[in-house]
């Protein structure tokens, strides 16, 4: 039985998919186990049997993969050993922010290895979902997880993400590739400062746009158009999509800012940020109304929430991130995923830190406070991705 709560283009009911008869071991246990938490976060049905279903399941799944992993001789990449670590991790980051996730991240980076070239064409799916975890995932990571492997690896996310053959509005990450792709580069500037790297003498990054490029494309993107160019059959929605879109846009500008990368002047980055932050919570905000009416955009909006977080907690508004909070319970209700409960928890934090942290800085000082407090912040390492 799969629940589909992340169609973002009708409200749709339980349903028995043709696949399941195709579906391996593994992903028949990781599919229980994904269902059994979204019954117990929802309070559906029996409680006591959803928890017994997950620790059997969960138990039953490890204990394959690694049979799988054991055995593992071929050259080339086992696609269902690849499509099932891909897939433990989405059924560990459903069950926390925080945790083993990045352990199975690790595993599945490990299959890859040096098969990048098999994976175009052949595993798209499995990998474009892989690859966001990563990306998004290394958003919020602390210096102490950025090693100089790691830009290799987003170079080849940058190479490969728009040449996947994937209908990405119809993944749980339906983001604007010009969007993806901002992201990516941002998370090579950080991993390449974070290890005293420099654009001009590592050759693996001579060629990234800088930081500020980074800020002019994002400015430059139009979320109506982009909205426009999505198939036929999601443009009954398209009012949702622009503000996604618009809501990703924001959320890249502003994570650009709080990563304390160079940029223009102080003052044209301050003008520029407070635009920003109101742009984002409006289409937030935009997204939970038309929940209201049977909209389904905000499902996808985690990542944009809490970047939208630290930015209210930093300027102290308070009634923007109590809105924040009580919408990420909203999610988790949802979706039936405990990451966005993690997410709340994780801003109520930051915004105790905050206010601690600004009773000895001024506001206009806000970027240098970030940029300082980053590794504490994100400390724990979390993942806030649907």
């Not at 098969?115 to 798209?124: H, K, P, S, V, W």
């Not at 992201?183 to 400062?193: V, W």
């Not at 003498?201 to 980074?214: E, F, I, K, L």
């Not at 109101?278 to 909006?301: E, N, S, V, W, Y």
Request: net charge negative; aromatic share 8%.
């Amino acid at each position: 039985m799969i629940v589909p709560d992340l169609s973002p283009n009708a409200p749709s009911s339980y349903y028995i998919t043709e696949a399941w008869t195709a579906c391996g071991d593994i992903e028949r246990h990781l599919t229980v186990c994904i269902v059994s938490v979204h019954k117990l976060i929802k309070c559906i049905g029996n409680i006591h049997e959803h928890q017994s279903l997950l620790l059997i399941h969960q138990a039953s799944a490890a204990s394959k993969l690694q049979s799988m992993i054991s055995a593992a001789t071929e050259p080339q990449l086992d696609v269902q050993l690849f499509e099932a670590a891909s897939m433990f991790l989405c059924a560990q980051i459903q069950q926390s922010a925080y945790g083993p996730w990045r352990t199975h991240l690790q595993g599945a980076k490990a299959l890859i290895g040096s098969r990048q070239e098999t994976i175009l064409g052949r595993y798209d799916f499995a990998f474009f979902s892989f690859c966001m975890v990563d990306i998004y995932g290394t958003t919020m990571a602390p210096s102490r997880l950025l090693s100089k492997e790691m830009i290799a690896e987003h170079m080849l996310y940058l190479e490969l993400v728009g040449r996947l053959d994937v209908d990405v509005p119809n993944t749980l990450t339906p983001i604007p590739s010009a969007v993806v792709e901002a992201t990516i580069t941002i998370n090579i500037h950080r991993i390449a400062r974070s290890n005293g790297l420099g654009a001009t003498n590592d050759p693996r990054h001579q060629n990234m746009p800088s930081p500020s490029a980074v800020l002019a494309s994002l400015q430059q993107f139009d979320a109506t158009r982009w909205a426009r160019g999505l198939p036929s059959d999601a443009l009954t929605y398209s009012i949702g999509w622009v503000a996604l879109a618009q809501g990703y846009q924001a959320a890249t500008m502003l994570h650009l800012f709080q990563s304390g990368l160079p940029l223009a002047s102080i003052g044209i980055q301050n003008n520029i940020r407070w635009v920003t932050y109101r742009t984002l919570i409006t289409a937030i905000k935009d997204l939970f109304d038309q929940r209201l009416h049977g909209g389904t955009h905000h499902k996808f909006m985690l990542w944009p929430m809490v970047v939208c977080g630290i930015e209210a907690a930093f300027r102290m508004e308070r009634e923007d991130l109590d809105f924040l909070r009580d919408s990420l319970e909203t999610m988790t209700l949802d979706l039936g995923s405990l990451t966005m409960r993690g997410a709340a928890a994780f801003l109520k934090n930051v915004s105790k830190h905050c206010e601690n942290r600004l009773d000895h800085l001024r506001r206009d000082h806000l970027e240098d406070s970030i940029a300082v407090e980053w590794d504490k912040i994100f400390d724990c390492a979390p993942v806030f991705i649907v």
